[in-house]
């Protein structure tokens, strides 16, 4: 095949190739780690019982390879749990059972991913509004009093930590003005009004740290985009200028932005841990923390899975995006 269809099925291709080193990666750092895997899964307060029924669930006996290929099985077959006292089918796509609460670790991970992505899509928004509207901003009034104050505070945004902004916009917004309340997360679909009124401040809380990277980045793509011959050639035939930096000298500058964007969306969703606690949001990123503090090996290793997804797919997504917003990129 050849053209965009040609190239959405090469990057379908090398999608599913890069998520299956980052599977055998995952398997490989948590489960061939040396000492007792079954103990450790198990955790410390665990009988000898117990600790042997994990080590046959997890088919300690059998090879390293062998383990993982029934791991992959069961992401693509579903596969069977002993509880202790009954059989429990985890179906296609399983990615364990947690030994905490023996809920399957999809189901576990499904209860909070809307969390997070409600948290990272919102924030989204904010940072590529706020940040790419700066960007265009300063490098249009390059040299002038507007692009210093501009720079100053991207400079201090990229300085201060999430935390720092997040508390100091409850402090003030929600404390001293009380002009929101202290974040609860509401479902959307329960009311969209309050899911929203809610996350305004954990939204500008990440957006803000993340507009700061972007509008340096959008300066900077901008500056060098309208040095280029073709905005000279627009200029000259008498094109306006607010036309020739929106329309023309914007569109070229977008690739590096939406190549940071798709990396800052796919982290985000497991990176937003400070965030959310702060804010007390029940997400993909709480609930990480605590699997690994009570060691609960397979929930870790799916959500690191289901991470490393998103962070795949935003960049593949990207990789389409490229050829829509810039014509000189090149299908390869």
Known sequence: MSGFGGFLLRRAVGTVITLLAISVIVYVVF??????????????????????????????????WVRYWHFLQGMVAGQD?????SVEHCAAPCLGLSYQTDQQVLTLILTKLPVSLSLVFGAMVLWLVLGVGTGVLSAWRRGRFTERVLTAFTLAGWATP?????L???????????????P???????????WAWNLLLPWLSLALIEAAAFARLTRAAMLETLAE??????????????????????????APVIALNANNVGSAIGGA?????????PGIGQELVHAVNVVDLPVVVGMVLVIGFFVVLANALADVL???????????
Do not use: K, W
């Open 31 to 64: 489960y061939a780690t040396p000492g007792n895997v079954a103990q450790i899964t198990c955790g410390p307060r665990c009988s000898p019982e117990q600790v042997h029924q994990v080590a046959q669930q997890l088919r300690l006996d059998d090879p390293l």
């Open 81 to 85: 749990y002993s509880t202790g006292t």
């Open 162 to 166: 999430v935390f720092v902004i997040g």
């Open 168 to 182: 100091v916009l409850m402090i003030v917004v929600c404390g001293e003005l009380q002009l929101l309340p202290f």
């Open 184 to 194: 609860q997360y509401v479902n959307l679909t329960d009311d969209p009004e309050q």
């Open 229 to 254: 011959d073709h905005i000279r050639t627009f200029r000259a035939y008498g094109v306006a200028e607010r036309a020739v930096v929106g329309r023309h000298a914007l569109r070229g500058a977008l």
């Open 273 to 281: 841990v400070l965030t959310e606690t702060l804010f007390g949001l």
């Open 322 to 332: 490229y050829a829509v917003a810039d014509r000189r990129v090149v299908l390869a």
